[in-house]
């Protein structure tokens, strides 16, 4: 037989109902036995709809025989002699309703009463049949129509209930109050005349008024309830889920708001997820701005995929910390080309400027990109940062590394923001990893990822508003009153807004776009999704209060200059792990003018507009005379595209130093534009060669066509 189709009722995390849904598992079925009906249920019931049942063999013949009678003389069926055991049959295998299909489903009840015992049989029909408004079993119909147990009923009640099955829509007393009545009324006279009622309660139950629940049925949370069916569909009956349905009402509104004030924006969807930190429950998940909204509403951007942006960015950090970085080690934030398996990778940071020598602290606070590739090589690599983002419980990393390349840390690959949310709940709980909870009776391992005292130190940097105030300022969505570390993405074309927040006990994790993936008009994360995280932990804060972390064992401070991330007195204060202090200051740190000495990669940076130190900053004069090779690189390879206009496919030329350079080729054309060289790339293996000063410089690289 197949299984039942049996309603679920999802409550949330403090017993308040959220939605009553249909499901096909079996546990809830045998969740219901007999013992759990009273006798006047079980009277009633078989009162409306087979009042032999007990003697029958499947099929009632006397019933039978006068349907059969009634038809014939009214010319049409008038009423039905369908037994229990039939209409278990029906509803399990249900068929056009015709002669056919009623004597295969006599067969089969006449079958199954020679396997299973009366009572497993009418406890089966109690647990699968329909009693209107989407109620599949007794005791969920009992719950929602009176918010009762089965057992609390009284035999006015038992009767409406048991009345219900015979049409569940036309006698639906939310609609219907008087029909329903009349076929109560009915079972109850079947009732005394069976023996089951004697008068006084037969005249008690026909003046008992009704009295049904005001409730009604609850449609609470749909995007959150929608994941619970999916992810954990055997969970039937009652099912206790993690959800605190005043947070997800109030994130609602507030993703609403927000929306509403960028909608001139071209920005018409988001999605909101809090996370429980000590025990991952979800306490709140949106998806969409409206649920019923016609195309789109349905769709939930809690677990959509999409392009996960800066949002990486942590992760790459925390695990060059681990490595023995420090959050005083010097980035180098200038222009580069970074060879790959693909071809060049040139990564630009939001604002297409570049600040030269930048702490990882002021790097990952200011979310910088040129930094992050950097710290990706620190960090042991695309290959390491994908496994740890793996383990993180990311499922969409399905390419291999060398598919995503250096631009993983910066965001290139998508995600889904419950598992993100999660993921920055690692980060939370200083490393440890567990899984998302969406029912109180989901178990929740945990696992140590990442070392405790770097996860801190990411903690730190992320609540850092100072550290941050260069990209955002003092008094963006990113400020609170209280601790809280934050962090934003978008990605490329402003297509998604990600905004991130976490304390010792919530995260936040919002993202703002559109589903069809039209880019947003100049719509930042911090202008977009943090508005809606900051109101977020905010009313946390507030109502639940928030704390932070303690300095852990291990961590010290020392004062360093920011501009060479060693030791120095007269510096600022950071914070270090005991065993991965910075040197101390140099005497070649700075020239006999007190310039700083900077190595060749800053040449270019320090020759361009970008260069906010001036004067006061050099290349190290044994590098200065000696002319490097910047890109490109010996066995780069480039792709071209014959689609693209001409000028996308010259590359620069480019030397350490700022002397006249003469670029030739026996194979290429090489040109100046502006105060650069370019060559205009053609296929094939490729030598270059750089004359300067008497000196020369060459390389080669290899050009495919696509």
Not at 142 to 150: E, G, N, S, T
Not at 182 to 202: F, P, T, W, Y
Not at 482 to 502: E, I, L, Q
Not at 542 to 561: D, E, F, I, K
């Amino acid at each position: 037989m197949a299984e039942p189709q049996t309603s679920t009722q999802y409550l949330d995390r403090d017993g308040k109902p959220l939605r009553m849904t249909l499901g096909a598992e079996d546990a809830y079925r045998r969740s219901l036995s007999i013992v759990d009906c009273p006798d006047v249920f079980v009277q009633a019931t078989l009162a409306a709809e087979d009042k032999r049942f007990w003697e029958h063999a499947g099929v009632d013949w006397l019933a039978t025989a006068r349907a059969f009678k009634d038809m014939l003389r009214a010319g049409r069926v008038v009423s039905g002699a369908s037994t229990i055991t039939q209409q278990l049959i029906k509803n399990a295998q249900p068929r056009p309703r015709n002669v056919s299909a009623k004597f295969k489903e006599a067969l089969q009840a006449m079958k199954l009463e020679t396997r299973w015992n009366k009572r497993r049989i009418l406890e089966a029909y109690l647990a699968r049949i329909d009693y209107g408004n989407g109620c599949r079993g007794a005791h969920v119909a009992a719950a929602f129509y009176f918010d009762k147990r089965l057992h609390d009923l009284s035999p006015a009640e038992a009767a409406l209930l048991a009345a219900l099955p015979n049409a569940p829509a036309r006698l639906n007393p939310r609609k219907h109050l008087q029909r329903a009545q009349q076929r109560q009324r009915l079972i109850l006279a079947r009732m005394h005349a069976n023996g089951d009622l004697r008068e006084d309660a037969l005249c008690r139950a026909l003046a008992e008024p009704v009295r049904l629940n005001r409730v009604g049925r609850a449609f609470r949370a749909p995007h959150f309830v929608d994941i619970v069916g999916q992810q954990r569909p055997q969970a039937t009956g009652t099912v206790n889920t993690t959800v605190r349905l005043e947070l997800n009402q109030f994130a609602q509104e507030t993703l609403r708001a927000q929306l509403a004030r960028l909608k001139d924006r071209q920005v018409s969807n988001g999605a909101v997820v809090v996370l429980d930190v000590a025990s991952g429950d979800v306490l709140a998940l949106v998806g969409s701005q409206d649920y019923f909204e016609v195309d789109t509403g349905q769709v939930n951007g809690a677990w959509a995929r999409r392009s996960a942006g800066s949002t990486f960015k942590p992760f790459t950090y925390l695990m060059a910390l681990e490595n023995g970085v420090t959050a005083a080690s010097i980035l180098p934030d200038v222009p580069c080309e970074m060879p790959t398996a693909t071809g060049v990778f040139r990564p630009h940071n939001y604002n297409h400027r570049c600040h030269g020598p930048v702490s990882l602290r002021a790097a990952l606070a200011n979310s910088l990109n040129i930094p992050a590739v950097h710290a990706l090589e620190a960090a042991g690599g695309v290959a390491a940062l994908q496994d740890r983002l793996r383990r993180c419980g990311l499922s969409t990393l399905e390419e291999s590394a060398s598919h995503y390349g250096l631009g993983l840390t910066l965001g290139n690959a998508e995600t889904r923001l419950l598992e993100l949310a999660n993921a920055y709940a690692c980060l939370a709980r200083l490393g440890v990893w567990r899984p998302y909870r969406l029912l109180a009776s989901d178990a929740a391992p945990a696992v140590q990822l990442f070392e405790s005292r770097a996860a801190w130190l990411v903690a730190d940097i992320l609540s850092d508003g100072d550290a941050r105030a260069q990209s955002f300022g003092v008094d963006s969505a990113l400020a609170f009153d209280f601790p809280v570390a934050c962090k934003t993405g978008t990605s490329t074309d402003f297509r998604d807004n990600w905004a991130f927040a976490y304390t010792p006990e919530f995260v936040v994790g919002v993202w703002v776009g559109n589903f069809d993936g039209t880019p947003m008009r100049d719509v930042s994360g911090v202008t977009g999704a943090a508005p809606v995280m900051h109101a977020l932990m905010e009313r946390l804060h507030r109502l639940h209060g928030t704390s932070w972390y303690t300095q852990p064992a291990g961590v010290v401070t020392a004062n360093v200059n920011p501009l060479t991330g060693k030791r120095d007195d007269a510096g600022r204060a950071e914070w270090f792990l005991a065993n991965a202090q910075p040197p101390a200051a140099a005497p070649d740190d700075h020239d006999a003018q007190g310039r700083l000495r900077l190595d060749l990669a800053y040449a270019q940076w320090l020759a361009s507009s970008d260069n906010w130190l001036g004067d006061r900053a050099v290349l190290r004069e044994e590098q200065d005379d000696r002319p490097r090779l910047v890109t490109p690189l010996p066995g780069m390879v480039f792709y071209i595209d014959p689609d693209l206009p001409a000028d996308s496919q010259e590359i620069p030329l480019r030397l350490s130093s700022n002397q006249p350079v003469r670029w030739t080729s026996p194979t290429l054309r090489c040109t100046q534009r502006g105060v650069h060289a370019v060559v205009r790339l053609a296929p094939g293996t490729h030598r270059l060669r750089a004359d300067i000063g008497g000196q020369s410089v060459e390389t080669w690289i290899t050009v495919e066509a696509l």
